[in-house]
C-alpha cells in the first residue's frame, strides 16, 4: 500500500513537472512575431516623472518626523507638480 501511494505521489509530481515545462519548450522553438509591435509610450519622461515624484511623496509620508515643517511642504509641491504634469498629460489628448 505505502509502495503504490508512494509511485501514485512521484507519478504526479512529473506529471505536474512536465506540464509545466512542456509549453516552455514549445514557445522556445517559435521565432517571435515580427509583425507585432507593440505601440511606444506616449510621454515615457513626464510618466516617468510622475512614478518618481509618487515613491518620493510615499518616502515622505512615511518618514520618521516631521523635520520642521519642510515634510510637509515638500509633499504639498510634489502634490502641485502631480497636478501639473498630469495637466501636461491632458493638454496633449485634447
Do not use: C, W, Y
Not at 508512494?6 to 512529473?14: D, E, M, P
Not at 522553438?29 to 507593440?38: I, S, W
Not at 518618481?52 to 515643517?69: N, V
Request: glycine share 6%.
Amino acid at each position: 500500500m505505502r509502495t503504490t501511494l508512494t509511485t501514485r505521489l512521484a507519478t504526479a509530481a512529473l506529471v505536474g513537472l512536465a506540464g509545466f515545462s512542456l509549453p516552455a519548450a514549445a514557445r522556445a522553438g517559435r521565432p517571435p512575431d515580427p509583425t507585432v509591435v507593440l505601440p511606444a509610450e506616449p510621454h515615457p519622461e513626464i510618466n516617468s516623472a510622475i512614478v518618481a515624484l509618487e515613491r518620493a511623496k510615499f518616502h515622505l509620508m512615511h518618514a520618521a518626523h516631521d523635520f520642521g515643517g519642510h515634510r510637509v511642504a515638500a509633499i504639498a509641491a510634489i502634490d502641485r507638480a502631480l497636478r501639473q504634469l498630469r495637466l501636461a498629460l491632458q493638454f496633449d489628448r485634447d
